[in-house]
């Protein structure tokens, strides 16, 4: 199986920054794409950015130009920079990584999810 740990969120006024983490361990032989998902209350969940094996990247409309998504190959961690909060921003957001098991691993592929951290934008 394969865990995702994320850290890195909180309370934060409006124009702030924060930096969310996730590191994934376990039964990994490669990482197909990374990305960061988010949901607020009453909302459905969306994709906020994503990033594939070739390094290419997607956002949601309303965070481009404010957040960035990385990764570490080495570490199989990625993270999510975000700049210029608002309160729109305050939401739980998860991380999520496909990719290929290792082998004896009994399922071929997994898409697994962290625990979610809380980031909230607020005066």
């Known amino acids: 199986q394969v865990q995702l740990v994320e850290s890195g969120g909180g309370l934060v006024q409006p124009g702030g920054s924060l930096r969310l983490s996730c590191v994934a361990s376990?039964?990994?032989?490669?990482?197909?794409?990374m990305g960061w998902y988010r949901q607020a209350p009453g909302k459905q969940r969306e994709l906020v950015a994503v990033?594939?094996?070739?390094?290419?990247?997607n956002y949601v409309d309303s965070v481009k130009g404010r957040f960035t998504i990385s990764r570490d190959n080495a570490k199989k961690t990625v993270y999510l920079q975000m700049n210029s909060l608002k309160p729109e921003d305050t939401a739980v957001y998860y991380c999520?990584?496909?990719?290929?098991?290792?082998?004896?691993?009994?399922?071929?592929?997994?898409?697994?999810w962290g625990q979610g951290t809380q980031v909230t934008v607020s005066s």
């Open positions: 990033i594939n094996r070739s390094g290419s990247t």
């Open positions: 999520n990584v496909r990719g290929t098991s290792a082998v004896g691993s009994s399922t071929p592929i997994f898409d697994s």
């Open positions: 376990g039964s990994i032989f490669s990482i197909n794409a």
